[in-house]
């Protein structure tokens, strides 16, 4: 039989190649041997992250990394059943992310969030050209420990200082961290403007929303 | 108390390193460059060279004398009278004097014409006007003026254009679909592209700068390519620049090809040539500045890659220099210290034709 080690590098291999096949059946074979949470959060988590850096370096493209996705999603529904009574919900942090209002690009802020999904966060991606106001609403709807702002544009930028501004008159700030990304974003803007943390690309936005959240 | 250097981070800050804390952000700089691209890191007199330059006492620096290169200027017709909250200084002018500007009062060795939208598809209703424009630059202009925009295929895709959003797609786990969107999207890109120079040449344009390429990832580069072959077929005498979006050509589709070769991935000295297969006369490299870093990092990282384009490519590089990009930092007029001792470090270091 497989040593523990060898099944979560099969699990990570299998992400890594992107095929949902070879994802399941590395999950039953795994079943046998490890509990489910250590299946997610070592073979397959941990298979994700590595797409993501693979995907920064070029070596493996959009589709790749939305192929693993599903196939993650799918060993986790099988693995959800097997789940302690109650721990099939818990998720690390639940976070809204959308693009402000005037700006219409999408690719990087859904790369952002498909990488924090498969982290094991509850993301909401609420698109591009979202109304500012869209952002709060939503957060209250799902009860948010997280907003992330995307803005590619410097004439879009300002958005994100207007929605933080929004979440202080709403009263929501100290429960609601604030991550802020895109190509005009940065370290100073974002304390400038009294965000929590700027992420320069998906597997850093993944980072910082586990320090602000874990 | 070693003495400290006055650089900056990537996003603009200033930051004082001493020489070792210098050499040491060289070191990763071009180390992070070469693994990336697996290229070569830049050898030991290079890194002192380039320690010299951003320890240079004087505010701005230039090249030395025999090293000078063309300089060029893209949206620079715009940027005179722009007023929207980004570059622009707001003073009221038109695209004709804008580009007079440059030519006898800022030293452009070339210059182009470019649209407000600054997006190929926002022209063609528009073709008379520029081509109208091109015919009155050109009357009263003696530097080569090109006609500029971005392929910028975005604006194929819904909600803008005809063509489902990959975005969209992919989001659904419709792979497949999100590719042919992505593939119908190039071809009518490069049609579009092609009868509007068409009709500029005809104008007088003395050229086109394919502006941002594969700023939409794999497929822009795949419908700008085929854009440039078919120019370069009808006019065998017109000059074309492709200038690139960021130093990597993002897959969104991953398996598009052109002469052979897969372009998701490709770093600048793995673009260069298939810009010149597909017949243009100049390639504009691009290396992103990371925010996050020191300008000794960024721009030895920008070199190492810059040079390696420079190395391979049979076309002259005209480097992109300005904000965010060939380790200059991310600020709306970036400094001049960081901007002249980057385009220095590019012309003395990499070996760069323009910028």
């Not at chain 1, 060993?75 to 402000?100: H, Q, Y």
Request: hydrophobic share 45%; glycine share 10%; net charge negative.
């Amino acid at each position: 039989m497989a040593s523990k080690e060898e099944l979560i590098q099969e699990l990570s291999d299998a992400i890594i190649s992107c095929k949902k096949d070879a994802v399941l059946a590395a999950v039953e074979k795994a079943k046998e041997v490890m509990e489910p949470a250590e299946i997610i959060e070592k073979g397959l988590a941990a298979g994700m992250n590595e797409v993501g850096v693979l995907f920064e370096r070029g070596k493996l493209f959009l589709p790749h990394v939305m192929m693993a996705a599903d196939a993650m999603g799918a060993g986790v529904a099988v693995l959800e059943a097997d789940l302690p009574e109650g721990s099939e919900s818990k998720k690390l942090g639940v976070i809204v992310n959308g693009t402000v209002e005037g700006d219409v690009h999408d690719i990087g802020k859904s790369i952002v969030s498909t990488m924090l999904q498969s982290a094991g966060f509850e993301v909401h991606d609420i698109g591009r050209d979202v109304p500012l106001r869209n952002f709060i609403e939503k957060a209250k709807e799902v009860k948010a420990n997280m907003i992330g702002l995307s803005a590619l544009m410097t004439t879009t930028l300002p958005g994100q200082k207007e929605i933080i501004a929004l979440l202080k008159e709403e009263g929501m700030r100290e429960n609601v961290k604030v991550m802020v990304g895109g190509a005009p974003a940065t370290q100073a803007w974002a304390e400038k403007i009294g965000a929590d943390c700027y992420a320069e690309n998906a597997s850093e936005a993944v980072a910082k929303a586990k320090e602000l959240l874990l | 108390m070693a003495t400290e250097y006055a650089l900056r981070m990537g996003d603009g800050k200033r930051v004082f390193l001493t020489k070792e804390k210098i050499i040491e952000e060289i070191e990763a700089g071009t180390a992070d460059a070469a693994d990336l691209g697996e290229i070569s890191t830049l050898s030991g007199d290079e890194i002192d060279k380039l320690a010299e330059i951003l320890m240079m006492p004087g505010k701005a620096v230039s090249v030395e004398q025999g090293m000078e290169v063309p300089v060029t200027h893209d949206i620079g017709t715009l940027r005179i009278d722009g007023d929207q909250g980004n570059s622009g200084v707001g003073i009221p002018s038109s695209r004709l004097v804008g580009c007079m500007m440059h030519e006898r009062a800022f030293g452009a060795d070339t210059m182009e014409l470019g649209h407000i939208d600054y997006s190929f598809k926002p022209v063609k209703p528009v073709i008379a006007n520029e081509c109208q424009a091109m015919e009155v630059c050109q009357q009263n202009m003696i530097i080569p003026l090109f006609y500029g925009a971005m392929p910028n295929m975005g604006l194929y895709y819904t909600p803008d254009g005809p063509f489902e959003n990959p975005g969209d797609l992919m989001k659904a786990f419709k792979i497949q679909e999100a590719r042919e969107s992505m593939e119908h999207a190039a071809e009518h890109m490069t049609r579009d592209m092609v009868w509007i120079m068409q009709r500029l040449f005809a104008s007088g344009t003395d050229g086109v700068n394919f502006d941002t390429t594969a700023a939409a990832g794999d497929g822009d580069f795949y419908g700008t390519l085929h854009a440039v072959e078919a120019l370069r077929t009808q006019f065998p005498d017109m000059y074309i620049e492709v200038g690139m979006a960021g130093e990597l050509v993002l897959g969104m589709h991953g398996e598009l090809e052109y002469d052979g070769v897969g372009l998701a991935g490709l770093w600048p000295h793995q673009q260069a040539p298939l810009v010149a297969k597909a017949g243009a006369n100049v390639f504009g490299p691009v290396v992103n500045t990371n925010t996050s870093k020191t300008s000794a990092w960024n721009l030895a990282r920008a070199v190492t890659f810059i040079k390696a384009a420079v190395e391979v490519s049979t076309l002259p590089c005209h480097v992109d220099m300005g904000m965010g990009v060939g380790g200059i930092p991310m600020l709306e007029t970036p400094p001049i210290d960081a901007v002249t001792r980057a385009s220095k470090a590019m012309v003395e270091i990499a070996g760069v034709d323009g910028i």
